[in-house]
C-alpha cells in the first residue's frame, strides 16, 4: 500500500478552485519533485497531504501509523529554545506522556491506558528513546549545524534556520518529509548539503522547488500542477522538460487530427439537414439524428487545442549601446562592519559587454559591494575605489527590493521614472501585470512579483549594465526560463550574484571569486567552477603522483568536456525550436526537433558518464 494516497482531492479558495479531481500517491522510499506556478496550489496541496489542512473534497488515504513532517519556506523559531531543545521537543513530550500514563496504569487504569502506552512507547522509541539527545545531536552534526548545537535557534541566519527546520523534521522519525522551497537562503555548500541529504535519505521525499539543478539531481519523478490539474512525469527536470515537449507536439497532432475529423462531420450533418428539411421522408430525419450524435461524440473525445502559455513573462532588454572599453573598474575596494572586514584592497575589472557573477559564500559581502557599486553611478571622474563607465546606465536588480522602497503606487514609481500616458501598463502586461497593479502600493506585492517589476524597470530604463542580486528568487521556472531568454538577447554587460546554478550556467560565460578579502577571477563557467574547484567533494582532490597515464586521461577528458558542451548547446537549440514550432502550430516539426532532444539527451548521460570515469 502507498504511503498516501490521494484520490480526486479538489479544492477551492473562497468560492474560487485551486485544483480539482486530483488522483496522487506515493510509495516508500521514492524522491518527487512537485512544480508549478506561483500561486497555482503547490503549497496547499503539500499541507493536504501533510494533514493540516482538511478543507477539501474528496479523499485522502494514508497508511495507519504514518508520520509526515512538512517542512515550511519560512521557519522561524521562538526565542528562547536552543536548536537542541527544539529537536528534542517531540521527544520530551512523549517522555512526559509516558510518565502520566504510567500513573494510571499504577492506580488500575484499565486496558485503554494500557494500549495507548503501548502505542506511546513505541513512538518514544522510534524518537531515540532515551538516546534521544545523542540522536539530535548526530543529526544536527549531518546537518552541519553541530557548532550552533547549543546556541539559540533564533539567533541563527536565515539559511542556518532553513536547515536546522529540516534536522527538526528529522528528530520526529518521518516516514514522509514534505519540504516546500528547501532551497531558499541556501549558499552553494548549503545547497551541495541538501542534494547530498535528499540523495541519501532512505524515507519518502516530496518536494515543492523552482531549482531545476537541484530537481535534476534529486528526483525520480516530477509532479506538475498546471490549471488546477495534476499531470506526472518519469526521471529528473530535464527529463520532465523533453517529455512535455514531445507530449506537446503530440497533442498538437491529435487535435489536428480531430479537428480535420471534426469539420467533415460537420459538412456532412449540415448537407443531411439541408435534404431532411427538403424531403418528408422520416429515414433522412433517422439518419441526421444519428450524424449529430457521432458528431457530438468526436467532439467530446477530440484531444483539446494546445495553447501556448499566455501567461508566461517576456523579457526584452533593449539596451541604449556603448562605445566604452570599461563597464567597471574596482581597485582598492574596503568594506567593513565595525571590526568585521569583508574586504580589504580588492579589485577587478569588467569589460564592456561581459557577463560575470560574483561567487561565495553567504555573507562574505556580494551584496554590499553591489549596493556600492550602484551607488558610483555617474562618478568615473572621481578617484573613489569603483568607477563605472560614464556611458553605462545601470538596470539594478536588488536582493532585498529597495528599488522600490518607501510609499506609493507601481504607477506612482514608473511615473518618478518618467512613464507617460499608458506606458508603464502596457509594459507591465508582458510581466503578468494586469491594468489593476498600477494603483496598487508597491508594498502590498508579493516577493515574485517585486521581483518582476524589478526587471520590467530595469527594461523600462533601457539599461546597458544590468547589475542582479538574486534576480530569480520567488520567480517560478518558466519566469526563470524568461529571464534566461531575455538575457541570452542582450548585447550588453551583466554582474550578477546568484545561487541558481542553472541560471548561471546559462547566464554568464566568467566568475569573480570572493576569497581572503579580495576578489579572484575565475575565466571559465560556472559548471567548471563548481566541478574543479567550488564543490566541496572536488576540493584538495589530486591526481597522484607518478602516473604516466595522466596526460592522456586529460586529453581524452578534454575531449570528453568539449562533446558535452557542443551537445548541450545542440539540446537546448533543440528545446527551443520544438517550443517555437509547438506556438507556431507546427506539430510536426515540433515532434521532430522534442525527438531529437531527447536522442541528444541521452547521449549526453553515457558522455557525462564517461566524463566521470575519465575524471577518476
Request: hydrophobic share 40%; aromatic share 6%.
Amino acid at each position: 500500500m502507498p504511503l498516501i494516497e490521494l484520490i480526486d482531492v479538489s479544492k477551492d479558495y473562497d468560492g474560487d478552485p485551486i485544483f480539482a479531481g486530483v488522483d496522487f500517491a506515493i510509495e516508500g522510499g521514492e524522491k518527487i519533485g512537485l512544480i508549478g506556478r506561483n500561486g497555482s496550489g503547490k503549497t496547499s496541496l503539500l499541507r493536504i497531504i501533510a494533514g493540516v489542512d482538511d478543507d477539501f473534497r474528496g479523499l485522502s488515504r494514508r497508511r495507519e501509523g504514518l508520520v509526515v513532517a512538512l517542512v515550511p519556506q519560512r521557519f522561524e523559531p521562538p526565542s528562547g529554545p536552543t536548536c537542541l531543545d527544539l529537536l528534542l521537543e517531540e521527544s520530551t513530550l512523549a517522555r512526559e506522556s509516558l510518565a502520566r500514563l504510567e500513573e494510571k496504569l499504577s492506580s488500575g487504569g484499565g486496558e485503554a491506558p494500557l494500549r495507548e502506552y503501548g502505542e506511546m512507547r513505541g513512538r518514544y522509541e522510534s524518537l531515540g528513546g532515551d538516546f534521544a539527545e545523542e540522536v539530535a545531536r548526530r543529526i544536527l552534526e549531518r546537518a552541519g549545524l553541530g557548532h550552533a548545537t547549543d546556541l539559540p535557534a533564533a539567533s541563527l541566519s536565515g539559511g542556518e534556520k532553513n536547515v536546522l527546520s529540516l534536522a527538526r523534521a528529522l528528530a520526529g522519525a518521518p516516514d514522509l518529509i514534505l519540504l516546500d522551497e528547501p532551497g531558499n537562503h541556501l549558499d552553494f555548500a548549503g545547497l551541495d548539503w541538501l542534494e547530498g541529504f535528499i540523495k541519501g535519505e532512505r524515507r519518502a521525499v516530496l518536494m515543492v522547488s523552482h531549482n531545476r539543478g537541484l530537481l535534476d539531481a534529486t528526483v525520480s519523478r516530477i509532479v506538475e500542477l498546471e490549471s488546477g490539474r495534476l499531470t506526472e512525469y518519469a526521471g529528473g527536470y530535464s527529463a520532465y522538460k523533453l517529455e512535455k515537449l514531445r507530449r506537446a507536439a503530440g497533442q498538437g497532432k491529435d487535435w489536428q487530427a480531430d479537428r480535420k475529423r471534426v469539420e467533415r462531420l460537420e459538412a456532412l450533418v449540415n448537407r443531411f439537414a439541408e435534404i431532411a428539411a427538403s424531403r418528408p421522408d422520416p429515414a433522412w430525419g433517422k439518419r441526421l439524428r444519428a450524424r449529430r450524435s457521432q458528431l457530438e461524440r468526436e467532439r467530446e473525445k477530440a484531444a483539446e487545442r494546445p495553447e501556448p502559455s499566455s501567461r508566461r513573462m517576456s523579457v526584452a532588454f533593449a539596451s541604449t549601446g556603448t562605445k566604452a572599453d570599461y563597464a567597471l573598474i574596482a581597485r582598492g575596494y574596503r568594506k567593513a562592519y565595525g571590526d568585521r572586514i569583508l574586504f580589504e584592497g580588492a579589485g577587478f575589472d569588467l569589460m564592456a559587454g561581459e557577463r560575470a557573477a560574483i561567487v561565495g559564500p553567504n555573507g562574505c559581502g556580494k551584496t554590499s559591494f553591489l549596493r556600492d557599486l550602484v551607488a558610483s553611478e555617474g562618478r568615473w571622474d572621481e578617484a573613489g575605489p569603483i568607477r563605472v563607465g560614464p556611458s553605462m546606465r545601470i538596470g539594478y536588480c536588488a536582493q532585498e527590493q529597495e528599488v522600490f522602497a518607501g510609499e506609493g503606487t507601481v504607477g506612482e514609481k514608473f511615473e518618478s521614472l518618467g512613464a507617460r500616458g499608458d506606458e508603464a501598463a502596457k509594459l507591465l502586461k508582458r510581466y503578468l501585470f494586469d491594468h489593476s497593479v498600477l494603483a496598487q502600493p508597491v508594498s502590498s506585492l508579493s516577493g515574485g512579483e517585486r521581483n518582476r517589476l524589478q526587471i520590467a524597470r530595469a527594461v523600462f530604463l533601457g539599461a546597458n549594465f544590468l547589475v542582479l542580486d538574486e534576480p530569480t528568487n520567488h520567480l517560478d521556472i518558466e519566469s526563470r526560463e524568461a529571464l534566461e531568454e531575455g538575457l541570452a538577447g542582450f548585447d550588453g554587460t551583466v554582474l550578477v550574484v546568484s545561487h541558481d546554478r542553472w541560471f548561471l550556467d546559462k547566464a554568464v560565460d566568467r566568475l569573480i571569486l570572493v576569497e581572503g578579502r579580495s576578489f579572484v577571477a575565475y575565466e571559465g563557467s560556472f559548471a567548471e567552477y563548481w566541478r574543479d574547484v567550488g564543490r566541496p567533494a572536488a576540493r584538495g582532490r589530486a591526481r597522484p603522483a607518478g602516473d604516466s597515464r595522466g596526460a592522456s586521461r586529460t586529453r581524452d577528458h578534454a575531449a570528453l568536456e568539449s562533446r558535452i558542451t557542443s551537445l548541450e548547446k545542440r539540446k537546448e537549440e533543440l528545446e527551443r525550436a520544438s517550443a517555437a514550432a509547438s506556438a507556431a502550430r507546427d506539430f510536426r516539426s515540433a515532434g521532430r526537433a522534442a525527438q531529437e532532444a531527447a536522442a541528444a539527451a541521452r547521449t549526453l548521460e553515457r558522455l557525462y558518464a564517461e566524463w566521470e570515469g575519465s575524471a577518476r
